[in-house]
């Protein structure tokens, strides 16, 4: 109050007169005329000037001086107001104490010597404006006004002037004395500001204050405002008060010695006392209030005023005055009142010292109460006055006077909560309040118990004695309207602690209330339940429902006070109130408490009021389904609503509205609305959600009774939905019309004004609550009775289809790419409920609205597959049998491919068949587009058109026609019969053909991957997948791996199963754990959850810790992979050490970083193999897909768990197991991983059998017991890879089943029930909670005891699939036949291709499929089925072939043969490519080149090649008249490919064999054939005509050489030997006949020699070897291979015969002697050099060639090995023959001429190179060099051509030398001078040289030389030549080269050499020819 009289008095003053509006500007300063108004700057500098002047005139009289000083004042305030307040005036202090002294001066003017009444006149008269004549006094006050509100120093200079009391007394006179007429003006306004401002701004300095007490003028202002309030002005009267509190906040020690030496406060008091019950009560509470303020504003100065307050009788005034209000009759709080509470409230906190009061608190308190005993903050120390506020609510009844001291009490618990203790302990104000609040009126009612709950609420404090007090008030009087308040505030203080429903209990208040519902129901039943009128005010009722609510706060929570109730037997009573709407939300929320410690009998009663409510009483059924869907929140109501045919109920519900929703509803529903059906329909789906959300029990329960199949059915019996699909009218949508988004059409379906029919709304509204029950968001909402749409946010799944709230446009309607799943995808929580959407799509069509039902039924087609378009959603949904719903209610939309939801139903049923298909509903979709069998007319007209035609014909004959003809129709002249049978036929394979094609793309889709993976695509297994971003946790957990039994244990106690003994643990050899895993997400570095693959733990028994004694696990901080024997102690993680703690053990842990060897999305095989060592020691390795990644040394697992040595005999150790995280170990993180087969074996694995598991893959289901290798013959047996006692455990999906813990102890034993109903947190005699067991697939197998399996836990992080994908699936229903029929079924190369790629999916992904394929030839019925639709083959059916078998990845991956059938009866059927389109056999080809050339896999697909016969068949495919010259290289190429990368002599035989075939008759001379110059590509390679043959023939041999010769191939000595025998010598040598072109010759020579270069095959070729070999090998397996033969061919005469191969190869050599190449061949050959290197030398000449040969032989061979004595001899035989050659007349340059002189001058420069060589000396050679040399004359050769007979040589003279002894006849041959030097030169090196004695000598071998033909003339002739020769040497030896003599000479062997000779020849001469031996001795 004090503060806003200030504020408003302040509002007041501010700036009065800085604006004279409307009054004129008088006495303004003189300006110049004609300018503007100066600034303020002028102005002070203006009035500057004029203060000196007025300074200098203060010697003036008196009255000049102050008219001078009155004349500066209109200057000043100009100046001050154009300055907006800020002065500049130096002269400041001066001028203001000027002003100040002649303003007091004029006040005390007018006071002095008037009365009171004419001195307030004069002085008003004074202040106030009077218009334009004498404002002196009005310029002075403003003047001043402006002055004091400057600085202090000039507000001390006005106070100095005697201003200050003049002011005051001035103000009394106001004040106390008005004026006659109370006429205000606005000018009186603006003074009053102005005074009343100046004295505030006095106030606040002391200077100023202390001029106020100078006088009594205070103290008669104090006491006028308490006693003269009937005279009193009021236009003063606010100023007045406002100047007093000023002066009272100034707290100033001055007043408060002034007001007490002049009694102000006790005069103050006695006047007020006297005037308390005359004046009114806010005029004397005023004033009370401004003595109180004194009182207040001075007890923290002195507390002398408060002392004299209360000895002058202040609170019993204090009292009386708000006594005053309770007679008043207000709606407003008066603000003097409320001002007068305040100062009560703080006189309460006066005094001297701290009350000290006795601890009585009574527990129980709350939690959070705390009493303080020390003072702290405001606390109340003066009683009195608070008694003064306790008495006047005890007296008053003025409920504002009343509300108003409760807050006041309220007030002083906020300062300090130990106030209401200090009141409550010493004057019990709450508890006296108590009594006397029921006789208050309703709002202090209400007003104090709200206090009562501030206790409980805000100070946390429970009173127990004041709740006993109203807990009596309620029990006296409890139809009291008090009774309901306080019932109220009780109800209200007990739902804020579960503390007050135990003291309630305790202090009888429930048992209270129970009493009185129990009245009041049997009342109500008496009165038979009849409902009260809404809208009434009913008191009864209203304390009906709050007993009802408190009680149901009691029963909150607190299950005693529950029994309580079940005590009293109010059940039955509590359901009475359920029939009336205005107690049933209260009488629900007790039986829903109730539902505590009977939740069976709860829901009994709820679904027996659902089940027995009458139509009309939709109301309660709706409100008990919501009570239901609170209860079903809990494990423990879902449990006993099942157990309580809860579901049952519900689905009657449903029954119950059949035909509610139909038009017109059945008759019983027609007074009820279809929202409100609908509205009932929404609850009843709700609870049916929330029974069935996260309850495995409750979903496995639904499921195994086909209640999804019931829901559906009571669904369409609402009459909303259609007829049947086969009922319906054929769909007609129009191609063009586009379906709207379905979330589309649901917002427009709950849309106030819906544009949809009554129906097809209701349609919509019921499938958007599927819809929302699938996602399990359904029961989720928190307004039941809102739009699912409108009402709660939309599921994940929606807001991505909701197209208009997506700017993306997310939203995808018809099909689209595959998708992966990511973290927005649609989740599917019931799938069930999706298959009932399945279910009503076909019913969703309205023959009254076809266009429309239609777009529905498409829109909802699309929407569920948008929700199927995650792999983890159609897994799910393959699950729940959706793909089986989809056949059995979609049939039609399926079969007919015109019907708009054909594409869509195709598309969810191809993506669900991807993952997983039973094999009967694939057959089903299979037979879809089956057309049926022909009708029984059709049948009997073609059974007359066949028996009435020719009977002659048989059948085959007449299927013969009917191919024959074709089906392009009947053939002319044709029988009606026959053309009508030809129609149907036509007909049916043209439907046939379409179909076909339809299934095959189905079945692409089905079959193909879903994702592309770097390795072959393969099936997906069955797994486990573990989601840790749900509950944190799921396992599985595997019981009794093991037990250790002591050695008195009993056996009972070990569980597993089995026959043998108890299982050792750890293995004695080792172990190895084998897993596949796919990790779909990996968990982050700081969520740090790693991925456990296997965790084993033991526990000894009778102690209470368990021990992980190994464990492996993937850690994500670097995706190591972690293996560790180390034992730890198997606690939860907030126990366990921290993972920065100690390093494990030295030797106990393997870690091993694996990341880049992983990929998300990709299965991987992971295997630790634990090999044991000596000792404790172990090896340990890490195999990631079959490659080692880690391997280590460390101490094998201990024999016993933790720190225990040894075991009691009694005791034992049972081991156990999990995968991934257990319990225990919960922990949230985005880790999801996938297990498939896992197997632990107590052996260590070797490397082989590793690779092997790895290969079989992660489908593979066995026990490794029976396993073939990769591309065994499955007929032949297979062999274990692991012994069966020492398999642990395996386990995979395939084994697996759904049980329960009861079955599990039933089947198997209690010890393992035990512990998993352990691990599960159940108990261990539960039957209903399904079990996931995952059976030991090793069980049955012999051994130890193992374990039974692993059972899945956790609810929502294991998730389980059962893989059985389409391509599987096929197995079960034909396989191979199935895809063999769609190829026979194709018509065009689209439907061709489509099958192919069917085959080509199925047979790359399931290994079976190709099992079947070759069990039942399929691979040849897909040839002949290709070969009879040749023309249909294209090149994207030829690539789809190519992957098939597994080469088509070339360049790209690998290009291994993997498929051998395909490539062995399909690809390498030449029949079927040659007459293919496209020329897909040179793409054949070159694919085959490029198979075979690839450096990896070529050899391993050479092998295949070989085994499919490949050279057979290509070597066949010479004679196809199709094949042109074109393709020949390619073949040959693919020979030479076939031949490096997989020799085999039988592919070599077969080869030489048609070489041999190409040869002519030796009666048909090849030399004469051109073959260069004569290809054409139009004849047939394989023709004998032309030199085509010749040109095939050579490019084989080319092939040949090449691949024997080549460096890849490495072939050794033995297998070329045994090549060479098999051909045998006589085939090489056919290639080298006479009448062989030359081309051929050179090739054949080539080969020959190249195996002639080993040692061992010379000499047996020179000796002699057995011909024929090559034929007799070649008709191996001939029946096999020409199996078109119907007679075995003769068999030719294979009598041995030696051919003596250089024998006959001399004799044929020497008809190629014109042949450059021969010499050169030959002539390396008796080099020894390779016949490889004649690649790159010249061509001009044989001179050249030879040359070229010198410096490219191996000279450091030659040296090692020497000349090839063989070659030489092929090459004199060749020179002889030439030679031998008639002269034909040609010139010096002629072949004749020029390659005897060639070859001869090369050995001439070989001899001078390697002049000691053996070769030279060797009989042979020098036999056939004489041979060469005799002078035959005319004889003729028998191999050559006849030559001219040489005329006996005469005796040549001394001096001719050798070359006259040797003289050739006449016309002998050129080159016969240069054979005589060469023989010479190599005569005088052997005469010189010793020779042998084992051997011929020589010379001797020279004269003994000679053909068989010659005559004996001829032989002495020739003898006598070489002894002339001989002579000469000699002779030219000792006499003509003395040098060469004495050098001889110089050595005594030399010397021995010539003597030797010289012997030998003379005895030679003598024995050879008489004459020359006399000589010779001569």
């Known amino acids: 109050m004090e503060a806003e009289d200030v504020s408003r008095a302040e509002d007041r003053a501010e700036c009065p007169g800085s604006k004279n509006e409307g009054q004129p500007d008088v006495a303004q300063p003189d300006f110049p005329h004609g300018g503007q108004s100066p600034g303020p700057t002028a102005l002070w500098e203006m009035l500057e000037r004029k203060f000196l002047e007025y300074q200098k005139l203060a010697h003036g009289s008196p009255a000049e001086h102050q008219q001078s000083l009155l004349n500066l004042l209109p200057l000043f305030l100009k100046a001050w107001e154009n300055s907006v307040g800020i002065i500049s005036f130096p002269s400041l202090q001066s001028l203001a104490e000027d002003i100040s002294n002649q303003l007091a001066q004029e006040i005390q003017k007018a006071l002095v010597g008037k009365p009171a009444e004419q001195a307030r006149e004069a002085v008003g008269q ?183 307050f209360e000895n002058g009788e202040g609170y019993p005034l204090l009292l009386k005055v708000l006594l005053r209000y309770d007679a008043l009759a207000q709606s407003e709080v008066d603000p003097h009142l409320e001002e007068l509470l305040e100062l009560l409230v703080w006189l309460t906190t006066c005094g001297r010292s701290e009350l000290k009061v006795f601890d009585s608190i009574t527990y129980p308190q709350l939690e959070g109460f705390k009493f ?117 505030s009780v109800l209200r203080i007990a739902g804020r602690d579960l503390l007050f429903t135990d003291i309630f209990r305790d202090s009888g208040l429930l048992g209270l209330l129970l009493a009185q519902l129990r009245k009041r129901a049997k009342i109500l039943r008496k009165s038979g339940n009849k409902e009260p009128t809404l809208g009434v005010q009913d008191p009864e009722r209203e304390l009906t429902c709050v007993m009802l609510r408190t009680v149901v706060t009691l029963l909150r929570g607190s299950v005693r006070n529950a029994v309580v109730l079940k005590d009293h037997g109010m059940v039955p009573f509590i359901k009475i109130f359920l029939d009336i709407e205005w107690y049933r939300e209260a009488s629900l929320s007790i039986l829903e408490q109730l539902s505590v410690i009977n939740a069976e009998e709860y829901m009994s009663i709820i679904v027996g009021a659902l089940c027995s409510s009458t139509q009309g009483e939709l109301e309660l059924k709706l409100d008990l389904l919501q009570s239901l869907l609170r209860i079903l929140d809990t494990p423990k109501g879902r449990a006993a609503f099942r157990v309580s045919s809860g579901f049952n109920g519900l689905l009657s519900l449903l029954s119950d509205l059949e035909g509610s929703l139909q038009e017109p509803p059945l008759q019983a529903w027609g007074m009820v609305s279809p929202s409100q059906t609908l509205d009932l329909v929404l609850h009843t789906l709700c609870a049916l959600s929330a029974a069935l959300h996260l309850d495995p029990v409750n979903s496995d329960f639904f499921k195994k009774n086909g209640l999804f199949e019931k829901l559906a059915e009571d669904l369409c019996l609402l009459g909303c939905f259609g007829a049947r699909e086969e009922e319906g009218a054929p769909l007609h949508l129009e191609a063009d019309t586009k379906a709207r988004p379905f979330a589309d059409l649901l917002s427009a379906a709950f849309a106030s004004a819906s544009p949809f029919p009554p129906k097809i709304q209701s349609c919509l509204q019921i499938l958007s609550f599927l819809d929302s029950m699938a996602g399990g968001t359904l029961h989720l909402r928190r307004d039941l009775k809102e739009p699912p749409r409108a009402g709660q946010d939309p599921a994940p799944h929606a807001q991505k289809e909701d197209a208009g709230s997506d700017p993306q446009g997310n939203f995808k309607l018809w099909p689209d790419l595959e998708e992966r799943m990511d973290e927005g995808d649609a989740v599917i929580i019931h799938p069930g409920v999706l298959c009932i959407m399945v279910r009503l799509l076909p019913r969703l069509y309205h023959e009254d609205h076809p266009q429309l039902s239609q777009e529905i039924q498409c829109s909802m087609a699309s929407h569920i597959q948008s929700l199927v378009k995650s792999e983890k959603n159609r897994q799910v949904m393959c699950e729940a049998g959706m793909l089986r719903t989809l056949v059995a209610s979609c049939r039609r939309a399926l079969t007919t491919s015109t019907s708009p939801l054909h594409s869509g139903l195709i598309r969810i049923f191809e993506k669900l068949a991807s993952q997983a298909i039973e094999p009967d509903v694939l057959r089903q979709f299979l037979g879809l587009g089956v057309p049926p069998p022909p009708s029984a007319a059709t049948k009997i007209l073609h059974s007359s058109c066949v028996h009435g035609g020719d009977s002659g014909g048989s059948g085959s004959q007449a299927a013969e026609a009917g191919t024959a003809e074709g089906p392009g129709g009947a053939a002319p002249g044709a029988d009606p019969c026959s053309a009508v049978t030809q129609a ?171 990341g880049q060897l992983l990929t998300c999305g990709q299965w991987h095989h992971l295997a630790v193999v634990v090999t044991k060592e000596m000792k404790r020691n172990c090896t340990v390795s890490t195999y990631l897909d079959g490659q080692i990644v880690g391997s280590a040394k460390m101490l094998y697992i201990q024999a016993l768990p933790g720190p225990f040595l040894s075991m009691d005999p009694s005791s034992f150790v049972d081991v156990y197991g999990y995968i991934s995280t257990p319990r225990v170990w919960k922990q949230k993180s985005s880790l999801i ?253 070159s694919h085959f080149v490029e198979i075979l050339r690839s450096p990896r896999e070529g050899p391993r697909n050479a092998e295949v090649a070989h085994q499919a016969q490949l050279i057979p068949k290509l070597v066949f495919l010479f004679n196809e008249p199709g094949l042109t010259f074109s393709k020949i290289p390619t073949i040959i190429a693919i020979l030479g490919c076939q031949l490096r990368g997989h020799f085999s002599i039988q592919d070599l035989l077969r080869i030489g064999l048609f070489v041999v075939y190409t040869l002519k008759p030796s009666s048909v001379n090849e030399r004469q054939i051109c073959v260069d110059g004569g290809l054409d590509s139009s004849v047939s390679a394989g023709s004998q005509t032309s030199g085509k043959t010749i040109w095939l023939r050579n490019q084989l041999l080319e092939m040949l050489f090449s691949v024997i010769s080549s460096s890849q191939l490495h072939l050794s000595s033995e297998t070329k030997e045994e090549m060479f025998l098999n051909l045998g010598p006589d085939w090489f040598l056919l290639l080298v006949q006479g009448h062989v072109h030359p081309s051929t010759t050179v090739l054949g020579l080539k080969l020959l020699l190249h195996f002639l270069a080993s040692p061992s095959l010379r000499g047996r070729f020179k000796e002699g070897l057995s011909g024929g070999s090559w034929v007799e090998r070649s008709f191996e397996g001939v029946d096999i291979v020409i199996d078109n033969l119907k007679s075995h061919p003769a068999m030719p005469d294979q009598s041995p015969c030696l051919l003596p191969g250089f024998r006959v190869l001399k004799d044929f050599l020497g008809h190629h002697v014109h042949i450059p190449e021969v010499y050169l061949i030959v002539s390396t050959f008796f080099l020894q050099t390779p016949l490889t290197e004649l690649t790159d030398g010249p061509k001009d000449s044989l001179d050249a060639m030879l040359q070229w040969l010198l410096q490219k032989h191996y000279s450091e061979e030659v040296l090692r090995v020497g000349l090839c004595t063989e070659g030489a001899l092929l090459l004199l035989e060749m020179l002889k023959a030439t030679m031998s050659q008639p002269s034909a007349g040609s010139g010096d340059d002629a072949w004749e001429q020029t390659f005897p002189a060639s070859v001869l001058h090369f050995l001439g420069l070989v001899h001078s190179t390697y002049p000691q060589d053996p070769s030279w000396r060797a009989p042979e050679f020098l036999q056939t060099l004489a041979a060469v040399t005799f002078p035959l004359g005319t004889h003729k050769e028998p191999m050559t051509q006849p030559a001219q007979n040489a005329s006996n040589p005469g005796v040549a003279t001394e001096g001719d030398g050798i070359a006259e002894g040797l003289q050739a006849p006449a016309k002998s041959h050129p080159a016969r001078k240069q054979l005589r030097d060469f023989m010479q030169v190599l005569l005088r090196e052997l005469l010189l040289v010793a020779s042998n004695p084992k051997q011929w000598l020589p010379l001797e071998v020279l004269l003994e030389a000679s053909p068989d033909n010659a005559t004996s003339q001829q032989k002495r002739d020739f003898q006598s030549e070489v002894l002339l020769s001989t002579m000469e040497i000699f002779h030219t030896t000792s006499g003509g080269n003395m040098p060469m003599l004495r050098g001889l000479a110089s050595s005594h062997e030399g010397s021995q050499d010539v003597d030797w000779n010289l012997t030998f020849f003379c005895s030679a001469s003598c024995s050879l020819h008489p004459r020359l031996g006399t000589a010779s001795v001569s």
């Open 372 to 488: 303080h005993h020390e003072a702290s903050g405001v606390t109340v120390k003066n009683l009195q006055a608070f008694q003064v506020l306790q008495n006047v609510f005890q007296k008053a009844s003025n409920p504002v006077l009343c509300t108003k001291v409760l807050s006041a009490i309220r007030t002083m618990w906020v300062w300090n909560a130990r106030n209401f203790f200090l009141l409550e302990w010493t004057l019990q104000p709450i508890s006296q309040f108590v009594e006397i609040v029921p006789l208050k009126p309703a709002l202090v009612q209400k007003q104090f118990f709200q206090l009562l709950e501030a206790l409980v609420f805000e100070l946390h404090y429970v009173p127990h004695e004041i709740l006993r007090k109203v807990q009596c008030l309620i029990k006296e009087s409890p139809e009291s309207p008090c009774a309901l308040v306080a019932l109220q």
């Open 126 to 308: 004074l202040l106030r404006w009077k218009g334009d004549v004498d404002q002196d006094g009005y310029l002075l006050l403003k003047s001043v006004y402006v002055l004091t509100g400057t600085n202090s120093e000039t507000l001390g200079r006005v106070a100095a002037s005697g201003l200050p009391p003049l002011l005051l007394k001035c103000l009394y006179l106001f004040f106390v004395f008005p004026l006659e007429k109370e006429e205000v003006l606005e000018n009186d306004v603006q003074v009053q500001r102005m005074f009343v401002q100046m004295l505030l701004n006095i106030c606040s300095e002391s200077q100023g204050l202390e001029r106020l007490l100078s006088g009594n003028e205070l103290q008669s202002l104090v006491i006028a405002t308490t006693c003269l309030w009937e005279h009193s002005c009021c236009f003063w009267k606010e100023p007045t008060f406002c100047v007093l509190r000023a002066i009272s906040k100034a707290q100033h020690l001055g007043i408060i010695e002034y007001l007490q030496a002049m009694d102000c406060i006790k005069l103050s008091l006695q006047n007020l006392s006297k005037l308390a019950d005359t004046l009114p009560a806010p005029k004397v509470s005023e004033s009370v209030s401004l003595i109180l303020g004194f009182v207040k504003d001075s007890y923290p100065v002195s507390s002398a005023l408060f002392l004299e």
């Open 984 to 1154: 149907l036929r036509s007909s049916r394979t043209s439907q046939g053909s379409t179909t076909a094609l339809q299934t095959s793309l189905s079945l692409i889709s089905m079959t193909s991957p879903r994702n592309l993976q770097p390795q072959k695509a393969a099936l997906a297994p069955s797994f486990v997948e573990f989601d840790m971003s749900v509950e944190g946790y799921g396992c599985l957990f595997i019981p009794t791996v093991s037990t250790v039994m002591g050695t008195s244990t009993e056996y009972l106690v070990s569980g597993g199963i089995g026959t043998g003994a108890a299982r050792s643990f750890p293995p004695l050899g080792g172990l190895t754990f084998s897993c596949w895993f796919l990790i779909s997400r990996h968990s982050t570095v700081t969520e740090g959850h790693p991925l456990r693959f296997l965790t084993l733990v033991r526990h000894l028994a009778r102690t209470e810790q368990p021990f992980i004694c190994f464990s492996v696990s993937l850690c994500p901080d670097d995706l190591s992979l972690v293996v560790s024997t180390e034992e730890k102690e198997f606690q939860s993680l907030d126990i366990m050490e921290p993972e920065d703690d100690p390093e494990p053990s030295a030797g106990r842990q393997l870690r091993v970083r694996c």
């Open 1233 to 1485: 991983w996938r297990l498939g087969p896992t197997y632990l074996f107590e052996e260590a694995i070797s490397v082989d059998t590793l690779e092997v598991i790895n290969k079989l893959g992660p489908r593979y289901c066995g026990n490794f017991q029976a396993v073939h290798a990769q591309g065994e013959d499955l007929d032949t047996e297979a062999m274990p890879l692991v012994a069966e006692e020492r398999v642990s455990f395996g386990l995979h999906i395939a084994s697996s089943s759904i049980t329960s813990v009861t079955d599990i102890r039933n089947t198997y034993n209690e010890v393992d029930s035990r512990l998993i109903a352990k691990e599960m947190n159940i108990s261990s005699r539960d039957n209903a909670m399904p079990v996931f067991l995952l059976r030991n697939c090793a069980g049955h197998l012999s051994g130890s005891l193992r374990t039974v399996g692993a059972v899945a836990v956790g609810q929502l992080g294991v998730r389980v699939f059962h893989s059985i994908p389409a391509a599987s699936s096929l197995d079960f229903i034909g396989g191979p036949a199935i895809l063999l029929g769609l190829i026979s079924l194709a018509t065009d190369d689209h439907t061709m291709y489509a099958a192919v790629k069917v085959l080509h999916s199925v047979l790359t992904s399931n290994a079976m499929c190709d099992r079947l394929m070759q069990h039942i030839s399929g691979y040849q019925i897909m040839a002949f089925l290709l070969r009879k639709k040749t023309s249909l083959l294209n090149q994207r059916s030829f690539q789809l072939i190519l992957s098939i078998a597994g080469t088509a990845e070339l360049g790209f991956g690998s290009s291994l043969v993997t498929n051998v059938g395909v490539f062995q009866h399909i690809l390498c059927n030449f029949e079927l490519w040659m007459n293919s389109a496209d020329n897909l056999e040179l793409s054949l080809f």
